[in-house]
């Protein structure tokens, strides 16, 4: 129509390589051993980036998958079926090794992949969750050497296939996981599931799920009641004859985001099962998985800002408004800056953990750091994301609101890490469980951040506010939370002051570690490197 003009409006940000348009992911990524894997981030940055990954992640979304619990004769058949976009961007990351690489490389593989999970939350994450279950599941697996020679393989393979048949005529298997029940959520030991031995290490699983997620997947490792107390098994879809295992998936949860994941109530009627590890060694046997899931929400919500952040600083980069770009007005500079050193801050303690993942086998010191850092980055990147991301959103102003944009779906996902693999509380006690349990980690993070010391006097100041409150801390469990933060706050401004740009550490360290900041974003002290650091969001090609 000839009622006006299209004018004022950034172009689509697509078609961008999302591993070289980082402005520290790659130099973060180099720091904790990654970059020997630069070609395989590079060519994923360049697919997670296109526009045809983008539409796909809308069309996944857009279009959720539908559980058909019979077929048309009245057969129970528990199926699930997905948008194309869904398989497509299932291919593109199994093809890629985002579920595999730390199995299939003997060096900096977690660092890598967790660069991958980063950079596949912020386009589409709904689709990370049976590749992060997949990647996570080895460990655990490795408790039942028999089953993990036979399924390793299966797991490990770079060929996405999506089959409803047995799992050893595939090219390809996914795992998924199912803990909690309806009557206790993260308090596992109150499961009612009952597991009867069967032959062998076979059992008969009797019960329900009330979170299972990723129910379309090859095998599932859950936890259930034995006659020694709570148990690990592993529970396949599909038995080796083609008969179908009794999982019977009762709905799909409809959820507030991460609408591509089909996450769902399944019932076990005298279902088969294998012991994994000792019985009663339940949760010991399970818990690998859960840390290395926990990881992937550190990466996934360190994703999910970088994302929202970018598209800030691209929208204020071609938006004009009072007379100039967005991007010039000191108040926008404010805001950006202090979104941009909120998100390096969690890139740089992601990696740092990934970095501990990789070293921890071989280095006794690196898996005490990666005990303690993992749930308090857990704890803190998941939580701090939402209002990232919300501030993001405001950047864009109206248009951040709606739904063509791709901030309305991001926020949607922003809470959902910060609820999975153990929510705010149970992952701060797991914080002050290591304190108490494991001593030697704790004190391996210290030595770390002690090594510090003496590079600027706040940080020094709330080193020693930090110990303090460590090692005699007034009814811990109520300080819980007060503890993980100020770890993790420590830690990202150790870190920061060594591998950051000096602008984004002395923002970091003025307004995160010395408190002065108000109770929004862009209130942080007004120093003279605002306007470089604001820039850094805006993504370049």
């Known amino acids: 129509m000839a009622t006006h003009t299209v004018f004022n409006q950034p172009p689509p940000l697509e078609d961008l390589n999302l591993y070289t348009a980082d402005p520290v992911l790659a130099e973060f990524v180099e720091r904790e051993g990654g970059s020997i894997h630069d070609q395989l981030l590079r060519g994923y940055g360049r697919n997670i980036g296109s526009s045809r990954a983008y539409k796909w992640g809308r069309d996944a979304n857009r279009y959720p998958p539908e559980l058909h619990t019979h077929d048309r004769f009245g057969n129970r058949i528990d199926q699930v079926e997905f948008h194309p976009a869904w398989h497509a961007l299932m291919e593109l990351s199994i093809s890629h090794r985002v579920h595999s690489l730390p199995w ?38 490795r408790n039942a050497p028999e089953l993990s020679k036979e399924w390793e393989p299966r ?45 062998g290490d076979w059992y008969r699983i009797t ?124 108040a926008m500079q404010m805001v950006l800056a202090d979104l941009e050193v909120e998100v390096q801050a969690a890139t740089v303690l992601m990696t740092r953990l990934a970095g501990a993942f990789d070293r921890a086998e071989g280095d006794v010191t690196e898996a005490l750091v990666k ?62 469980r290591v304190m108490a349990k494991e001593p030697k980690a704790i004190e391996a993070l210290r030595q770390e951040l002690e090594g510090s010391r003496g590079t600027d006097r706040r940080f020094d100041a709330y080193l020693d506010g930090t110990w303090q409150l460590v090692e005699r801390p007034e009814n811990v469990e109520a300080q819980a939370r007060r503890i993980a933060e100020r770890l993790a706050i420590a830690t990202q401004a150790a870190l920061l002051m060594e591998r950051a740009d000096g602008a984004v550490a002395e923002i970091f360290l003025a307004s995160r570690v010395a408190g002065d900041h108000g109770g929004m974003f862009g209130t942080q002290p007004v120093t003279s490197g605002t306007e470089e650091v604001a820039r850094l969001t805006v993504p370049e090609p």
Not at 104 to 128: D, K, L, Q, W
Not at 404 to 420: C, G, H, Q, T, V
Request: glycine share 10%; proline share 5%.
């Open 371 to 432: 005990r303690i850092l993992t749930p308090v980055a857990k704890y803190w990147v998941t939580k701090r994301c939402t209002p990232v991301v919300r501030e993001a959103m405001e950047c864009l102003g109206g248009a951040g609101y709606v739904e063509e944009s791709i901030m309305p779906r991001i926020f949607r996902e922003s809470p959902l890490n910060a609820i999975w693999e153990g929510s705010g509380n149970v992952v701060a006690l797991d914080v002050v």
């Open 104 to 141: 299939v490389s003997a060096e900096g593989g977690f660092v890598a992949r967790a660069a991958m999970m980063a950079m596949m939350a912020g386009v589409e994450a709904g689709h990370g969750c049976p590749i992060s279950m997949t990647a996570s599941v080895v460990p655990a697996l």
């Open 207 to 330: 019960g329900h799920k009330w979170f299972t997620s990723a129910p379309m997947c090859d095998a599932f490792l859950i936890l259930a009641q034995a006659p020694k107390g709570l148990t690990c098994f592993f529970l396949p879809r599909i038995l080796d004859d083609g008969t179908v295992n009794s999982f019977m998936i009762q709905r799909l949860k409809d959820k507030l985001g991460n609408h591509s994941n089909a996450s769902s109530e399944v019932e076990f009627d005298g279902a088969l099962a294998l012991l994994v590890g000792e019985e009663g060694r339940g949760v010991p046997t399970i818990i690998e998985m859960v840390n290395g899931t926990r990881l992937d929400c550190v990466s996934g919500s360190t994703g999910l800002m970088r994302q929202a952040v970018m598209q800030a600083g691209h929208h204020v980069a071609h938006r004009s408004a009072f007379g100039s770009l967005l991007i010039d007005k000191p």
């Open 155 to 199: 797991l490990t393979s770079s060929v996405y296939d999506p089959r409803f048949v047995p799992a050893a005529e595939k090219d390809g298997a996914l795992m998924g996981m199912g803990m909690t029940e309806k009557q206790g959520g993260s308090d596992v030991r109150a499961n009612t599931t009952r597991a009867t031995p069967e032959v």
